[in-house]
């Protein structure tokens, strides 16, 4: 079992900044590299959307259309910690943001997730 912890979201005007983090608690014997790591969000009346993923290593990153060079992904395997760190925001970026995690290959659907954060709510005024 895998238990995802968000922080960092919060109220920012639109150009701003934040940086949210993931902490993963693991049953013993269990590794953070084992999982793949993805970030979604989720706007009131929209469907769950791919934001960002990470390979167990960090070497390998995917990014969603919508935020492709404005948001970057990060982990840190010693922590069990992954970020996602938001520049540029815009008033569309308003959206609850959710951690996930999932054995097997690379996934933008968020059905193939496995573990799921409760999310951190990001609001970006105009």
């Known amino acids: 079992q895998v238990q995802l912890v968000e922080s960092g979201g919060g109220l920012v005007q639109a150009g701003g900044s934040l940086r949210l983090s993931c902490v993963a608690s693991?049953?013993?014997?269990?590794?953070?590299?084992?999982?793949?790591m993805g970030w979604f969000r989720q706007a009131p009346g929209k469907e769950r959307e791919f934001v960002a993923a990470?390979?167990?290593?960090?070497?390998?990153?995917y990014y969603g259309d919508s935020i492709k060079g404005r948001f970057t992904i990060a982990r840190d395997n010693a922590r069990n910690t992954a970020t996602l760190q938001m520049n540029s925001l815009k008033p569309e970026d308003t959206a609850v943001y959710y951690c996930?995690?999932?054995?097997?290959?690379?996934?933008?659907?968020?059905?193939?997730?496995?573990?799921w954060g409760q999310g951190t709510q990001v609001t970006v005024s105009s």
């Open positions: 996930a995690a999932r054995i097997g290959p690379h996934s933008e659907d968020a059905s193939e997730y496995d573990y």
């Open positions: 693991l049953a013993a014997g269990d590794t953070f590299s084992t999982y793949r």
């Open positions: 990470i390979s167990w290593s960090g070497g390998h990153t």
